[in-house]
T-cell receptor, first 115, second 112 residues
């Protein structure tokens, strides 16, 4: 079974631009979560989607948004990029978030550099 | 507030020696507990998880972890470390309906 895939793997953008990152979960998984990883703040939760609905949201500004499609693929968008948005963005999928008894499987991440 | 603490930022262990990475959490009830490993330039790989039951859980790559409720700890152990174990290790916790919260991570170096 193929793992979580994220595209693109690397991205360089300029301040003020916007960016869209894509995530395809493991086949059969209906939940996708996004995390931001930086050396200073570590791994921080952005949001979680299940069946096209946002279930949880982390403490990030409204410039960060996401969505999930009917095939469970997910995208996240960051508008008006700032230098501090440079990070590794990780996507994770899971099969059943309705209870706590599930684990998340992570993709390789998208490395975003803002100049 | 819910939190996860990994007290050791960096640990160096000789190849073949035993390893213990510490993790403490602060939660109102018993959370669901996880250990992940991240190699440079890679995503996170799940090593093991604890949901309930036996407090000693076995994972992949020869790792195990023990949940101690009285100490709010979930320490990761390996009896004999291999050079390929050098990586960054993250402890994470979650309660039902909430997101994963990660510790800051422990970087493991293995010396020959």
């Amino acid at each position: 079974k193929a793992g979580v895939t994220q595209t693109p793997r690397y991205l360089i953008k300029t301040r003020g631009q916007q960016v869209t990152l894509s995530c395809s979960p493991i086949s059969g998984h209906r939940s996708v979560s996004w995390y931001q990883q930086t050396p200073g703040q570590g791994l921080q939760f952005l949001f979680e989607y299940f069946s096209e609905t946002q279930r949880n949201k982390g403490n990030f500004p409204g410039r960060f948004s996401g969505r999930q499609f009917s095939n469970s693929r997910s995208e996240m968008n960051v508008s008006t990029l700032e230098l501090g948005d440079s990070a590794l963005y990780l996507c994770a999928s899971s099969s059943n978030p309705g209870q706590g008894f599930y684990e998340q499987y992570f993709g390789p991440g998208t490395r975003l550099t803002v100049t | 507030a819910q939190s996860v603490t990994q007290p050791d930022i960096h640990i160096t262990v000789s190849e073949g020696a035993s390893l213990e990475l510490r993790c403490n959490y602060s939660y109102g009830a018993t959370p669901y507990l996880f250990w992940y490993v991240q190699s440079p330039g890679q995503g996170l790989q799940l090593l093991l998880k604890y949901f309930s039951g036996d407090t000693l859980v076995q994972g992949i790559k020869g790792f195990e972890a023990e949940f101690k409720r009285s100490q709010s700890s979930f320490n990761l152990r390996k009896p004999s470390v291999h050079w390929s174990d050098a990586a960054e290790y993250f402890c994470a916790v979650r309660q039902a309906g909430t997101a994963l919260i990660f510790g800051k991570g422990t970087t493991l170096s293995v010396s020959s």
